[in-house]
Structure formats: structure tokens, C-alpha cells
T-cell receptor, first 115, second 115 residues
Framework: GAVVSQHPSRVICKSGTSVKIECRSL??????MFWYRQFPKKSLMLMATSNEGSKATYEQGVEKDKFLINHASLTLSTLTVTSAHPEDSSFYICSARGPSSYGYTFGSGTRLTVV | DQQVKQNSPSLSVQEGRISILNCDYTNSMFDYFLWYKKYPAEGPTFLISISSIKDKNEDGRFTVFLNKSAKHLSLHIVPSQPGDSAVYFCAASGLRTSGTYKYIFGTGTRLKVLA
């Protein structure tokens, strides 16, 4: 079946540093990818929608300059958490639209801990 | 404002019996619904979906029922197996004024199937 690879699965970084999370669709092309954040005991919250070759669309309340999204190819989208703070610690999940028109395939998630 | 609600945070069911997970939504513009299953430290995996033109969709042991008038959907798992133990999220989407779709997730229900 369709696979979306997300890397790294877990990362610990110091406050003030930047962290890049990669999301790759391995066996299909994904013109649209989504980035979610999950707080403890909360639902997945959509952060932004990234479209290949264009700027990402951010949801209300999500800081564009803090969460940089790049969708440089049909199989790769990256989320960079810049100048990370402890409150950015969370579980981040990407998903790609596909392979079917309605299907969404999720990555395995990244647990970010900022110390 | 939680547009998609899963009011039961957890559910325990005996192996072989039926598991019923419930989901309520408030936005009458939602026209597509999905159920996802999530194991710890993994991303959600797609389980089953239903369009608003249907009231039932079945796939093996999994059946989703949609009651549009009540804005309620449910996932039935029969017979339940220990491997079904996971967190189940329902998600709903509808066409936004921007011309894009956005999936709104519920907070999840943790299902535990007892052997």
C-alpha cells in the first residue's frame, strides 16, 4: 500500500535551535501534503497545507515564520520549526493526499522535545 | 469550537463482541467522513470512509453508519479482536469557501479489546 515516510521519528533539541522534519511519499506523487500537530489528549490540528511548487497555506493562528514549510518536489515536503521553544514540544504528523482522490496517507509522526 | 466530537475517551470490549465507536459533528456542510486508527508512536492509518450520499459503508469487520439528521456517525467492529486495540479518530470534511478541503478530527476514542 501507499507509504509516507516521516523522519525523524523523535528529536530532542535545545531552545533557540531549528529542527527540520521531512515527509516523503514513497510510491506515489503527492501534490498536496498536510502538516498536523497533536497536543496531549487533543485531536490532530491542521497547521498548514503545502502544495508542490507554491507557498503553503497556513491555518489561522499558526505562525508562518516559525513553522517553515517547503514542498520542493512531488514527493517531499519539509517542516522546519525555527527558534524552537519548549512550548513547541509536540507530536507532528504529515499526511499526503493520495494515492486515491479522497485518500489520505499519514506519516508515522515526529515527537519533538525542546529542552 | 470542537466541530467533531468523540464523547467517549475510552471503551473496553470483550474479544468477539461488537465495538461501537461514536462521533458527532456540528457542521451540516460536512459531506465526507473518515475513521482512522492510531497505534502509539505511529501515525494514523486510514480505516474506512463514508460520503454523505450514503448512510452505511461496510468493509470486512468494519461498518460505518451515518445519520445526517442527527449529525452522528458510528463505527462498528464485529467481531472485535485484541489487535483492534488502538485509538480511533473520526474526521469530517467539507468544501471550504477557499475551494479547499480540510479534515477536522475528533479527539479520539481509545479502544481496548480484552482477550
Amino acid at each position: 500500500g501507499a507509504v509516507v515516510s516521516q523522519h525523524p521519528s523523535r528529536v530532542i533539541c535545545k531552545s533557540g535551535t531549528s529542527v527540520k522534519i521531512e515527509c516523503r511519499s514513497l510510491d506515489f506523487q503527492a501534490t498536496t501534503m498536510f502538516w498536523y500537530r497533536q497536543f496531549p489528549k487533543k485531536s490532530l490540528m491542521l497547521m498548514a497545507t503545502s502544495n508542490e511548487g507554491s507557498k503553503a497555506t497556513y491555518e489561522q493562528g499558526v505562525e508562518k515564520d516559525k513553522f517553515l514549510i517547503n514542498h520542493a518536489s512531488l514527493t517531499l515536503s519539509t517542516l522546519t520549526v525555527t527558534s524552537a521553544h519548549p512550548e513547541d514540544s509536540s507530536f507532528y504528523i504529515c499526511s499526503a493526499r493520495g494515492p486515491s482522490s479522497y485518500g489520505y496517507t499519514f506519516g508515522s509522526g515526529t515527537r519533538l522535545t525542546v529542552v | 469550537d470542537q466541530q467533531v466530537k468523540q464523547n467517549s475517551p475510552s471503551l473496553s470490549v470483550q474479544e468477539g463482541r461488537i465495538s461501537i465507536l461514536n462521533c458527532d459533528y456540528t457542521n451540516s456542510m460536512f459531506d465526507y467522513f473518515l475513521w482512522y486508527k492510531k497505534y502509539p508512536a505511529e501515525g494514523p492509518t486510514f480505516l474506512i470512509s463514508i460520503s454523505s450520499i450514503k448512510d452505511k459503508n461496510e468493509d470486512g469487520r468494519f461498518t460505518v453508519f451515518l445519520n445526517k439528521s442527527a449529525k452522528h456517525l458510528s463505527l462498528h467492529i464485529v467481531p472485535s479482536q485484541p489487535g483492534d486495540s488502538a485509538v480511533y479518530f473520526c474526521a469530517a470534511s467539507g468544501l471550504r469557501t477557499s475551494g479547499t478541503y480540510k479534515y477536522i478530527f475528533g479527539t479520539g476514542t481509545r479502544l481496548k479489546v480484552l482477550a
